[in-house]
């Protein structure tokens, strides 16, 4: 049974760090996350692909979060850095089966339970 258990979640001062971590039970084509705030969409944040580490990330967050991938351990991480207000939200991992060249739009056949992310200001 697949399975993506995401952690790392909290509170954090605007500016400050934080870093989410799934674990993902099989192999993918690629992982991605997704985050949701109150009363908004589900928006794509980032997705890396499983071989190869091509990574793609949405402009608001370009140049502050990072996605990583350990094969060994099969987790796929969200650094996120110079955190702002407007990324408060709960943020999901994802795993997609089959090759897409539009990450960022494609369709993910797994998701994880979630994980808050508060940023105060």
């Known amino acids: 049974q697949v399975q993506l258990v995401e952690s790392g979640g909290g509170l954090v001062q605007a500016g400050g760090s934080l870093r989410l971590s799934c674990a993902a039970s099989g192999s993918y084509y690629a992982m991605g996350w997704f985050r949701q705030a109150p009363g908004k969409e589900r928006e794509f944040v980032a997705a890396i692909k499983w071989n190869g580490g091509n990574t793609i990330y949405a402009d608001s967050v370009k140049g502050r979060f990072t996605i990583s991938r350990d094969n060994a351990k099969t987790t796929v991480d969200l650094q996120m850095n110079s955190l702002k207000s407007e990324d408060t939200a709960v943020y999901y991992c994802?795993?997609?089966?089959?090759?897409?060249?539009?990450?960022?739009?494609?369709?993910?056949?797994?998701w994880g339970q979630g994980t808050q992310v508060t940023v105060s200001s």
């Open positions: 994802a795993a997609r089966l089959l090759p897409s060249d539009d990450l960022g739009n494609s369709f993910y056949h797994y």
